[in-house]
């Protein structure tokens, strides 16, 4: 019997997820559920329906996993714990510093609904969470690093399009090729936010709009801009769209640090993603862990959970015999 | 209280498991193990005791966690069953296609006594294995390449050193980077063993001895060479201790697939390593998931386990708050 899935929210992530539920047989996308008008939403599962999100509780023993892909401002600090109330959920809530309280409240109501929740599943936070904490456990005299890109970041993106006499815009963080060698080679350079990342803007003006005083308010721009090197390039609507519409990311995340009794030997960790689509990737990473929320589930766990407490097997549509006989 | 470490035999593995445990405050080494006579055998641990091997069982109330640094052609599948009868146990097991037979065995003596013994834990089998597991998890449809080195093949080494007129040798094995490149383009090339790796070897002669045998036997030797460009250098004794005599090592995973409804977006997982010691580094991840042993065990867990099995933050010292604060 295959893993009945829901889904809360139907962006960019929600249709990922879609997608990625074809791509595992096991599973079985049951319902979408929107805030918009059920009827005016189009999906591409013809098995599934499309229901308000206020009626998700009617439908708790249809659905054994719910996965929530709202944003991580004010959606799902709600959502998760309302929804794991009557489900087990996964969500990838990727506000690093609010992930404590998120785990707490989460938590608490899991355990005390008796369901397994899993949160800020994707790929930072994610697989880049576990392979700092795997190279940590491993090379525990050692220096981190995490670089993002080349890729679309949305909340830069969005910060130029607030921008008056901006019609449209995308940003792109690229990681110093330079500083990355200078990383891999071992030198534990001390790197300022400068020197690790780029950005570059596409922007479409809206026809007559001040171009200097735009690129002056992109480029200064406390937080988003202003402690980077920014390039801003005018470009019109159909070149942004012809070129510039994917939502590529990626991103590197490198340990190097010392072993031996006078730590005399050196050693490097890398793990990096090159990602086409960052929804369908993120999407694809939470649909393995609604698996392993199912399985947590059936054995009766409960409360939540991150991909730390996870057992990798979970994560597979493989038994442990063919994992160890394929992949071992 | 710290967790109470043995190691069984004292080569350059369980030299390296020693340093490991120096590199973390909770372990502490009780007592190496040795087929040799203790007497004649110089540890670096002034606090930790050497005993013949014969009397391990003795120990079994003083040890919590014995790691197992023998080979794995002879000595792991009799050594693992037979010491967990009395310890939980890890090892390094790496003849991959022994791996299910030498699970049942371990997990039959582990199931019995009441102990956790967790198998093949290294780089390879160990964490290329739970990069392989992880990716095709992610994106099930998709194409796996392991690539290792630039590093020391014991075993190449070891063949070129049973040729008559060898005095002594080592053998690299080096990735093909033009195969590299296609792989992370995407391409999903079909590669041949020749395509995929080079071998490189630097052989110290007998005086006198025939050196253009000695290349040919090298390179047409079944199994290990003939498949292979190999490229032999003859140097002097002293030319291999000063340039050749570390043990380093490393490789790549790497994983390419697609997401989208029809399958329209492209990704690359990648993993790799660069070790300066392929023996530390193997120990520093054993002596982790020894922590991850003993973890299991005092909840009550029985039987053989692999990476697969093992949650990520169980090799940790920090604990789960801390986790999520700092890595997540």
Not at 1 to 29: F, Q, T, W
Not at 44 to 70: F, P
Not at 74 to 90: G, I, M, R, S
Not at 198 to 225: H, S, W
Request: glycine letters at 8%; proline letters at 4%; hydrophobic letters at 35%.
């Amino acid at each position: 019997m295959s893993i009945r899935i829901g889904i809360m929210g139907y962006g960019n992530l929600g249709r990922g997820v879609e997608c990625a539920i074809k791509h595992n047989p096991d599973m079985e996308l049951v319902a979408v559920f929107t805030r918009r008008d059920p009827e005016t939403l189009k999906i591409l599962t013809e098995t599934a329906g499309v229901y308000r999100a206020q009626d998700a509780e009617k439908m708790k023993d249809k659905i054994d996993v719910l996965i929530l892909c709202g944003g991580s401002a004010t959606d799902l600090p709600v959502q998760t714990p309302k929804y794991a109330q009557w489900f087990n959920v996964v969500d990838s809530f990727d506000t690093h510093a609010r992930i404590p309280e998120h785990f707490d409240d989460v938590d608490r109501a899991a355990a005390e609904s008796g369901h397994v929740g899993i949160i800020s599943v994707g790929w930072d936070p994610g697989m880049f969470s576990l392979n700092r904490m795997y190279a940590n456990a491993i090379l525990t005299n050692g220096k981190d690093y995490t670089f993002w890109g080349k890729g679309v970041s949305q909340g830069h993106s969005d910060a130029i399009r607030r921008i008056e006499g901006v019609k449209d815009g995308k940003q792109y963080t690229i990681p110093v090729e330079a500083a990355l060698e200078a990383v891999r080679r071992g030198e534990d350079p001390e790197l300022t936010t400068r020197q690790k990342h780029t950005r570059e803007c596409f922007v479409v003006a809206e026809e007559g709009a001040d171009l200097a005083r735009i690129e002056q308010e992109i480029k200064t721009m406390p937080n988003y801009f202003d402690e980077y090197d920014t390039t801003v390039h005018f470009i019109s609507e159909e070149e942004l769209k012809r070129d510039y519409s994917g939502i590529p990311h990626g991103g590197f995340v490198i340990r190097t640090g010392s072993t031996g009794w006078n730590d005399e030997n050196r050693h490097v960790i890398e793990y990096s993603l090159k990602l086409d689509s960052n929804p369908e990737f993120t999407s694809s990473v939470i649909v393995a862990y609604a698996r392993a929320a199912w399985r947590m589930s059936q054995e009766g766990q409960t409360g939540c959970k991150t991909v730390f407490d996870v057992p990798p097997a979970y994560l597979s549509a493989l038994d442990g015999a063919e994992l160890r006989r394929h992949l071992l």
